[in-house]
C-alpha cells in the first residue's frame, strides 16, 4: 500500500522562501541535447523531478535493463539481447526518446506505465515513419511500447504533423532535426496547442548553437553542429503555480521563491498575470520571485489555457475554493495527460460541492454548492498535478487526505516538505 498524506494548517498566513527545483520540461530537452552534441553541450542544475532523474539515468546509460528475446535468423532461432527501456509515466521523456531512438545504433522496446500505454503516440510514430524510421507497435497500434529499430535511413526531409493533439511531438522531432542527415521541415497542420513549449525547443536549441526558421506554419532545421556550451535549467515555474494558489487561498501572504525571473521561457510564467487576478502581486527583484497579496475582489471570468494546461488544475480549483464561478477554454488536452483530468477534477471538487461542466469545448464552473468540510480524502489518480492543486485547500479545510503521498515525485519530490516550510502540517499513513 502507498502510503497517504493527511495535511492541516493552523494558519492562514502564508510566508517563506521556498527554493523550487528545476524545470522538468526544461530539463528533459536539455538532456536529450546533451546527448545528441556528443558532449559538447552540458546540463547544469538538473531536476529533482523522478521524470528527469530517470531521463538522466537512460540517456547517461545507466537504467536499462536488457530483455532476452527470441529471433530467427538464418541459422535458426537465437536468443538476442534487446534493451528494454522504461520511462514509467513521464510524457516528454516518452515523446522524446521514441525520435531520439531512430537515431541511435540499436534496436530497442520503449515501454511505460500503464496510463502511458493509454497516452497516444501515433502522431509522432507516423511522422518518424514518413521520415524513414522503423517503429513497431508491441500491443496495441497508436500506443507504447514500441520496438524501434535505430539507425534511422532519411527518405524525407519534409514532412506533416498535427498540431492540435500534443506539442511534445513536434518538440520530439525539432530535438532530432540537427543530427538528420537531411535536416527537417515540419509542417505543423491545424491548430499548435501548449506554443510556448514548442518555442521553449526552439530556443533551448538556439542556446546550444542550432539555428532555425519558423515560417507561417513551417519550422526548418538544418542538419547542423552544437557550440560547446552550458545550459542552466530554470526553476519550475509550473510548480510556482501552487505556491501562487497558497497566496490566493491565504489572508496574508509573502513567498519569496529564488531563480525566478520575467523572461523564463516556461510558458507556465504566465501564472504571474493569472493570479494577478485574485490579488498577488509578483515583484521581480533580489534574484527572484516575490508574491504578495493585497486582497481585491475578482473580475476575470473567462480563463483560456490553451498555452499553459499544466495550469489548468491550479487554477480551477483556486476559482472552486473562492467560490468563483468561471468559464475554461483550451481545456481539450487534458484527458490525455498524466489521468483523464477533466474527469479527476469533475470528482474531486464535487467533494466540495463544486461542479465543472463540460459543453463542446467550454468548461463552466458553478460553486452555488460549495460547501468546505472538516476533512476531505482526496484522490490522486497517478497525477502529481491533483495533489498539488488540491493540497492549498488544506488553508481552508482542517484536514485534507491524499490518496498517495509519491505521487508528486514526477515534478517535485520536495513538495511536502516544502509545505512544511510555510506552516502546513503533514503526516504520513501507511
Ligand atoms: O513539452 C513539454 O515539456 C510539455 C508539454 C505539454 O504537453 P502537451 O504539448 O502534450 O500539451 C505539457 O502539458 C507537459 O507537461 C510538458
Ligand atoms: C502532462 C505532464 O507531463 P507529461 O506529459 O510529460 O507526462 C505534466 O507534467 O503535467
Known sequence: MKPTIVISKASRVSKG??????????????????ALSKGKVKVDNVSDAADAVLLAGILRKSEVESLKTEVVSDSGLETQDLRLINIGPAGTAMRFLTA???????????????????????ILVDALRDLGAEI??????????????GNIQQKAERIRIKGDISSQYITALLLIAPNLPLGLELEIEGELTSLPYVEMTLSMLQQAGIQHNWTDNVISIAKQDYKETSIW???DWSAASYWYSIAALSDEAELFLPGLTSYS???????????????????????GVHLLKEPKPIQRKIFDLKSCPDLAQTVIVVCAALGHDATFTGLETLKIKETDRIAALQNELAKIGVKLTE?????????SGKHIPDYVYFNTYHDHRM???????????????????NVVEKSYPAFWTDL???????????
Open 17 to 34: 522562501t521556498i527554493q523550487l527545483t528545476g524545470s522538468k520540461s526544461e530539463c528533459n530537452r536539455a538532456l536529450v541535447i546533451e
Open 100 to 122: 531520439y531512438l531512430t537515431l541511435q545504433n540499436e534496436e530497442v522496446i520503449l515501454t511505460g506505465s500503464a496510463r502511458m500505454k493509454e497516452r497516444p503516440i501515433g
Open 136 to 149: 513497431a507497435y508491441e500491443e496495441k497500434d497508436g500506443y507504447p511500447p514500441l520496438r524501434i529499430a
Open 233 to 235: 535549467v530554470e526553476p
Open 265 to 287: 521561457l516556461q510558458g507556465d510564467s504566465v501564472i504571474t498575470e493569472i493570479m494577478a487576478n485574485f490579488g498577488i502581486t509578483s515583484q521581480f527583484r533580489d534574484g
Open 359 to 367: 459543453k463542446g469545448q467550454v468548461y463552466k464552473l458553478d460553486t
Open 387 to 405: 495533489a498539488m492543486a488540491f493540497a492549498p485547500l488544506a488553508i481552508l479545510i482542517p484536514q485534507v487526505e491524499f490518496e498517495d503521498a
Open 420 to 430: 512544511e516550510k510555510v506552516g502546513f502540517s503533514g503526516t504520513l499513513k501507511g
